[in-house]
């Protein structure tokens, strides 16, 4: 790699993959067009594949010698501590293509760095300009490090047409088609096998096609002032009337609305999952509890509003992970717990599917409109990745209590909530579905 081109990225501020490639057009996938049917068809060698991520490319320029890949996708491949956290060093790999029937293996280097919103793939511009056009599909597929003989991480890249049964298949399995194969687009599926089996949701393509719907019709006032008024009103344009069911919202998809047209890596933003209480094992009533537990407010009450890590808060709580559990700790002491199987439950109650829905805004109070753009659909969350990020302080706990006047003691429910950018880290999968940029009928 030349010093030229070395000081080149030093000097941006983002994510690359800088790989050193010989230009060679690839073949894609082990069978023909009439064979390909499924995602294990379009891989190179998929018994030996953990992890896939495509994106749906733009028109390249000529001299773009870079393909971007979305922030929420940039774990796809990262370096770990030995306490299991990432951390921003880079990742040597080889990146596979295949020429002739043959795989060509190139060396390559994921370089991460800090304070970046976005990465990228570093592909020859040539390579680009040759292989890619508007619309075609980029893939990767990640190896097992076990499956590799070196100590090199290594990857599979393809360059798929618009169109072709191999775009089809690898659109199938993130649950789209072709008319969703707009630029910007892309799915991650981190828990791959080569032996599961496409689950198509007919919920998601009903609310893609109502979605749609909402989202070329442009800015829409609000229909409820207040914080909740982008989710009102969002349900009742897709025709959703307002409960409080532990069911989804739509078909059983559970909607999550959100202002601003994306998430983004730098955003600390804390979102709800869902409303479960612990088991507690002190032997307290709540009447009992907050008084030992808690604090007295400014209004002169004692309370127990507290949020809850796996860090010791000035309350005394904090939240202990365990293999099966996670404990819920008072200055070191177990006073409450959530087993694995109770939040594994509701995470599959509540969550099993969820669309993240952006909205660009404009205007304050009973003047806000909404413009309708992104959807990020989400499949498959785990009560052990809950619990790993809860470990890193990337999901936490909220206690919401308080003793009335009365003397009676008031729960306004035990939230568990995540940062923003964290949230991908929940699911299996995540797939966004619509983006800004591909929004129709965007209204100024």
């Known amino acids: 790699m030349s010093r030229e081109f070395a000081s080149t990225w030093r000097r941006r501020l983002r994510f690359t993959l800088a790989v050193c490639l010989v230009i060679v057009p690839p073949v894609l996938g082990n069978c023909g067009d009439g064979d390909v049917r499924t995602l294990r068809d379009v891989l190179f060698e998929p018994d030996k594949v953990e992890a896939v991520f495509f994106t749906a490319l733009a028109d390249p320029s000529a001299e773009e010698s870079t393909i971007p890949v979305p922030p929420l996708a940039a774990g796809f491949l990262s370096a770990e501590d030995q306490a299991g956290e990432t951390v921003p060093r880079p990742v040597v790999l080889r990146t596979l293509l295949k020429k002739n029937a043959q795989l060509e293996k190139i060396a390559g280097v994921w370089h991460p760095q800090n304070r970046s ?84 949701s007919a919920s998601l393509r009903k609310f893609l096609s109502r979605f749609d719907k909402v989202s070329a019709a442009g800015f829409t006032p609000t229909l409820r002032s207040g ?69 007295i407010d400014d209004n002169g009450r004692t309370a127990l509003y507290s949020t809850v890590t796996s860090r010791e808060n000035s309350h005394g709580l904090k939240l202990a992970p365990e293999s099966r559990r996670i404990l819920l700790q008072f200055h070191g002491k177990n006073v409450a717990e959530w087993e694995h199987e109770i939040l594994a439950g509701r995470l599959k109650e509540k969550l099993s599917e969820t669309i993240f829905v952006g909205a660009e805004t404009r ?40 003793i009335q006047e009365s003397g009676a003691a008031r729960n306004h429910g035990t939230a568990f909530r995540i940062r923003q950018d964290s949230l991908p880290q929940l699911y299996r999968m995540i797939v966004l579905c619509r983006t800004a940029n591909s929004a129709e009928g965007k209204q100024q």
């Not at 982008?230 to 078909?251: C, Q």
């Not at 990020?376 to 209590?401: K, Q």
């Open 117 to 200: 919103t976005e990465c990228r793939f570093e592909l020859p511009a040539s390579f680009v300009r040759d292989q890619a056009s508007a619309g075609c599909l980029l893939l990767l597929g990640r190896y097992r490090e076990a499956e590799v003989a070196s100590s090199l991480r290594e990857l599979e890249c393809h360059i798929i047409p618009r169109g072709s049964p191999q775009a089809t298949a690898v659109l199938s399995h993130f649950g789209l088609t072709a008319a969703d194969s707009r630029p910007g687009v892309f799915g991650l599926d981190s828990v791959w096998t080569a032996k599961q089996e496409t689950v198509e």
């Open 227 to 295: 914080s909740t008024g982008i989710g009102y009103t969002l349900e009742t344009l897709l025709d959703i009337k307002e409960n409080n069911s532990p069911r989804g919202d739509f078909l059983g998809i559970e909607l999550k609305s959100h202002r601003g047209d994306e998430f983004r890596t730098i955003s600390s933003k804390k979102m709800n999952l869902f409303l479960k209480g612990p088991a507690w094992l002190d032997g307290l009533s709540h009447k009992e509890r907050i008084p030992k537990y808690g604090y």
């Open 363 to 402: 205007g304050t109070g009973q003047n806000e409109e909404f413009h309708f753009q992104t959807a990020l659909y989400c499949r498959e969350p785990s009560a052990d990745r809950l619990a790993h990020l809860v470990a890193t302080r990337e999901a936490m706990v909220e206690m919401r209590m308080h």
